[in-house]
């Protein structure tokens, strides 16, 4: 069979692309440059390479229809718009399975958990959450009206070696992380109970595999890939201090104050945005229908980004 994956060489690609090579399928990884994948495999040598731009290229459907793909794995779709021409293009065509990529920020704010992710009520908080969570109930319907073999995939914060993580403020600075290699002290906001949901780019790609390899359980279903487990603001810091031999020295502060702390307008509305959708996520369904059984803890995810930090000296460790 032929697998086409499209933005191949991202936090997801990186892991999926192999493991579709190494399962025997055809697999033609589409991407916007020739960057390369997070993580060399010898796999990616038996993949096919193609520089294809779906913002740019007004072709993008109709070259992407004459790979004749029997799965598509769509995980830079960002717009509902696209979404659409993908339903309308291959609808009735030899498609068997599209597996679009959605995101743990459609669930919004956390009224009941472990969120729902067939919760058809979800109010995402911004335009990104909102853009994809439309995406899911086209996709949803299609499937029961028209039976276009769709399957949602929701990642949650995807974490590892070689790109920037959600720190212990909920945002991507580099300073939280400094002071606590260094001893210092930091200051979380409210009381360091909100949860991050840390997950590896491996197990990620995990669910989108085992969903094409358990495609009758897959079809029209949705999945939240998480990790097993959370952690919160407070055990994630604590967890950093006991990883470069400190005692943790950590105080709490109002939100707003913890702004004026943070220093950092853009930073400060990044935390916002991840806390304010604090929750738990069930990975059950997926143990379930997909089989799924994640390879790394959420502290395992963070050992590894940490030490990758570490290695391109990104935190200077005194000794």
């Known amino acids: 069979m032929k697998a086409v994956v499209i933005g191949a060489t991202g936090h997801i690609g990186t892991y999926l692309v192999p493991m579709l090579v190494n399962a025997g399928y055809e697999t033609i990884a589409i991407t916007r440059s020739m960057s390369k994948p997070y993580e060399d495999d010898p796999a990616w040598n038996r993949a096919q390479r193609v520089l294809l731009d779906r913002d740019r290229d007004r072709d993008f459907i109709s070259k992407l229809k004459s790979m004749r793909p ?7 779709n960002f717009n509902i ?24 920020w459609a669930h919004g704010m956390a009224q009941t958990i472990p969120f729902d992710a067939d919760d058809l009520r979800k109010e995402p908080l911004d335009a990104y ?24 995939v929701m990642p949650g914060q995807i974490s590892g070696p070689g790109w920037a993580i959600i720190n ?15 001893g210092k002290e930091i200051a979380l906001p409210n009381f360091g109970q909100e949860i991050l949901h840390h997950v590896h780019g491996y ?40 990883y470069f031999g400190h005692e943790p020295k950590i105080r709490f502060l109002p939100w707003p104050e913890w702004c004026e702390y943070e220093g950092n307008p853009d930073e400060c509305d990044h ?19 997909l089989e799924y059984r994640p390879k790394y803890t959420c502290l395992e995810t963070i050992d590894l980004a940490v030490k990758s930090y570490i290695d391109r000296g990104l935190i200077n460790v005194a000794g």
Not at 70 to 76: A, F, R
Not at 81 to 97: A, N, P, Q, W, Y
Not at 168 to 181: L, T
Request: aromatic letters at 14%; hydrophobic letters at 40%.
């Open 271 to 289: 935390t916002y945005h991840h806390i304010a959708r604090s929750g738990v996520f069930s990975i059950e369904k997926a143990r379930r229908l």
């Open 203 to 242: 197990d990620v790609a995990q669910v989108f595999y085992r969903a094409i390899t358990h495609r009758n359980q897959a079809l029209g279903e949705a999945f939240d890939a998480q990790a097993g487990d959370h952690v919160t603001l407070y055990g994630f810091a604590r967890h950093l201090y006991e």
């Open 129 to 152: 959450g909102k853009d994809k969570f439309a995406s899911e109930m086209y996709l949803k319907k299609q499937y029961r009206l028209n039976g276009f073999p769709a399957t949602i």
């Open 168 to 182: 212990p403020w909920g945002n991507i600075s580099m300073r939280v992380f400094q002071d606590i290699a260094d």
């Open 70 to 76: 029997d799965i598509i794995v769509d995980l830079v």
């Open 81 to 104: 718009e696209d979404t659409k021409k993908i339903v309308e293009s291959f609808r009735g065509e030899r498609l068997s399975h599209y597996l679009y990529c959605s995101s743990c």
